[in-house]
């Protein structure tokens, strides 16, 4: 079992990988196998992928994310779900028809529906790098052809 040192160290060196979060003063706190992180980042594409970081080290079990985040460049919500709708369309792999976009003071509300679970995962992953995106909630369904058809294989 690795010491608090050491869980502590793996982190820093897994932040340290992401040239994203390269020179941001993050604090990495170890209890357990669990970390809490705390900080501050500019981007909430930074934040979550400061969160996934420290997820993917070796003995880490779970992760607290209390980074705050300071946005220097703000956008209006219209703007944020200008943005949003735009990247969702220039995706060649969801319908931008079938989700519902809403933005409240930079938090992102996704909903609708897609066939297939990465489509649902590939709208987050779109909106997340956003400028002035503060969070996202996802409540998009998979409801899959087989299903619409009401569970009858179709020709």
């Known amino acids: 079992m690795k010491t608090k040192e050491q869980i502590q160290n793996d982190v820093r060196n897994e932040l340290n990988r992401e040239s994203a979060m390269v020179g941001t003063d993050i604090r990495i706190i170890v209890n357990g196998n669990h970390i809490t992180l705390e900080g501050i980042a500019d981007s909430y594409a930074k934040k979550i992928e400061t969160e996934r970081a420290a997820m993917r080290v070796d003995g880490v079990t779970g992760v607290t994310n209390n980074i705050v985040l300071k946005i ?4 209006s919500d219209e703007d944020i779900r200008k943005t949003v709708i735009r990247m969702i369309t220039w995706n060649s792999c969801i319908d931008e028809s ?6 409240s003071q930079g938090w992102v509300t996704l909903a609708g529906e897609v066939d297939y679970d990465y489509q649902k995962s590939k709208a987050t992953f779109l909106t997340e790098d956003i400028t002035g995106v503060a969070g996202v909630t996802n409540f998009i369904s998979v409801v899959s052809s087989f299903e619409k058809a009401g569970g009858k294989l179709t020709a």
């Open 98 to 103: 079938r989700i519902d976009v809403k933005v």
């Open 72 to 75: 220097s460049h703000q956008k």
